[in-house]
């Protein structure tokens, strides 16, 4: 029986390329095994992996090595750039305030409140109807004294781009940090510190083909943070700890190829993203896709779909479809959000689900296919049965951004990301299988 699984969740995970897990490997042998703080053989050969991947990640990023703070990932890079700048902030006598936009990643959100639990303060930088950073709440902030701005390059729910390289501009004429989040940004859209002066800016590898657990933080300006955790004085003090040669190995690794390949694979990945989006309109005409006028990355698809069941659609994403017999298993739990980020947008009408995303490797037309049919089905069954509000779906299509300017509608509405829109499908590309245990076929 052939088993074949959507998997539209690559913007929350990717599994581990083969030549990554290759680069790592000699780094949890006998021969690397080394801390890469002992000058012994075994640590000095740990310590060039290390320093390896530090050149590489550099390189690609525009950065110097030494500027190329690892971490346990994006979440931990996120709390170093915006606790890390507050505190560094405060004991300078400057602002113990932060100010961050409204669509940030939680690790960004909790770390700005985190800083508000410190006895500093957080402000929240709204977004306009197209999910684009409100540059007058930016003057005003800076105007007001604030230690870091964090805005985010690529927005992991709706894909939007940001104009961080503006941004960055005036921050640093205001003489303020400016950290971005580029986990999403990286390997999908260029990525240069050239193009972009900020003072820090976070990667993470899991994202991109590397294990999870590791990420980096890349810090122009040693003055801008402070530690958040403390011990041995690895990696000039910023983030102590004995270094994760092996994660870090794996995350070069895999920053060169994604650095390699992006060119290609934005291209593919519009195409295959247009596409499924003019296929999920033509089936399902009440259909919107989120922020589709805004500059957006080529990865994330966003999907709104009124009526109810939202849970059923949104499961839909991410599931076993075979086409032999029609089995399905629902493999993926909800995350909310985009939930969170829809509000942030000013969304008015109810979001049951915001399906985490998508995406994956998949090139076949027949893939891409059973993808819109799958969403086509699934859009029909919620639209069916939903109550609608005609009015307010037209208006919806006028207004772009269902936040500009809409009455609130009176339907559920189910917010399905299928963020990378791609597919892995175990007949036509073998190397991007993954197997689960647990449905006993290929995920
Ligand atoms: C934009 C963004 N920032 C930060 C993170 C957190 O990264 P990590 O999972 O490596 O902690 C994610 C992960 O979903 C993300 O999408």
């Known amino acids: 029986m052939s088993k074949r699984l959507v998997y539209l969740d690559n913007a929350a995970t990717t599994p581990v390329r083969p030549e990554v897990l290759e680069a790592m490997l000699p780094y949890l042998g006998k021969e690397a095994f080394g801390n890469p703080s002992s000058g012994h053989r075994f640590g000095r050969a740990a310590r060039a992996g290390i320093e390896e991947a530090k050149r590489t990640i550099a390189e690609t990023l525009g950065a110097e090595p030494n500027q190329v703070i690892f971490t346990s990932g994006g979440t931990e890079a996120d709390n170093l750039a915006i606790i890390g700048a507050a505190l560094a902030s405060r004991d300078r006598g400057g602002p113990f305030r932060v100010a961050v936009s409204a669509i940030e990643h939680k690790a960004v959100l909790a770390a700005a409140h985190a800083v508000g639990h410190l006895g ?40 939007v781009i940001q104009p961080v390289a503006r941004i960055a501009d005036r921050c640093r004429a205001a003489e303020v940090s400016f950290h971005t989040d580029a986990v999403q940004a990286f390997g999908k859209v260029p990525v ?20 999870k657990g590791i990420g980096a933080l890349i810090v122009r300006d040693r003055a801008a943070v402070e530690a958040i955790i403390h011990g041995g004085g690895q990696q000039f003090g910023i983030r102590p700890g004995t270094e994760n040669v092996p994660g870090i190995v794996a995350l070069g690794k895999a920053v060169e190829l994604a650095a390699a390949e992006r060119a290609e694979a934005e291209r593919r990945l519009r195409a295959l993203r247009d596409d499924l989006e003019l296929r999920v309109l033509q089936a399902v005409p009440d259909a919107v896709i989120n922020a589709w006028q805004a500059e957006r990355a080529p990865h994330v698809s966003n999907v709104s779909i009124p009526g109810r069941l939202a849970g059923r659609a949104g499961a839909a994403c991410v599931e076993r479809v075979d086409p032999g017999d029609g089995q399905r298993g629902v493999a993926d739990a ?83 990301r299928i963020a990378n829109c791609g597919l892995m499908a175990a007949s036509s590309n073998p190397q991007s299988e993954i197997h689960d245990p647990q449905l006993g076929g290929a995920l």
């Open 120 to 159: 500093g303060e957080e402000l929240i930088l709204p977004v306009n109807a197209s999910g684009v950073v409100d540059e007058r709440a930016l003057e005003q902030a800076l105007a007001g004294g604030v230690a870091v701005v964090s805005v985010m390059w690529v927005n992991n729910e709706v894909g």
């Open 192 to 211: 240069s510190l050239q193009d972009v002066r900020c003072t820090l800016l976070t990667i993470s590898g899991h994202k991109i083909g590397a294990p």
């Open 334 to 416: 909800f995350r909310p959000g985009g939930r969170r980020l829809l509000v942030g947008l000013g969304v008015q009408h109810r979001l049951d689900r915001a399906l985490p995303r998508a995406h994956g490797d998949e090139r076949a037309a027949g893939a891409r296919d059973r993808r819109a049919a799958l969403l086509v089905r699934e859009g029909q069954y919620c639209g069916g049965r939903g109550r609608r509000d005609r009015r307010a779906s037209q208006d919806r299509r006028k207004g772009s951004f269902p936040g500009g300017g809409v009455a609130p509608v009176t339907q559920v509405n189910c917010g399905l």
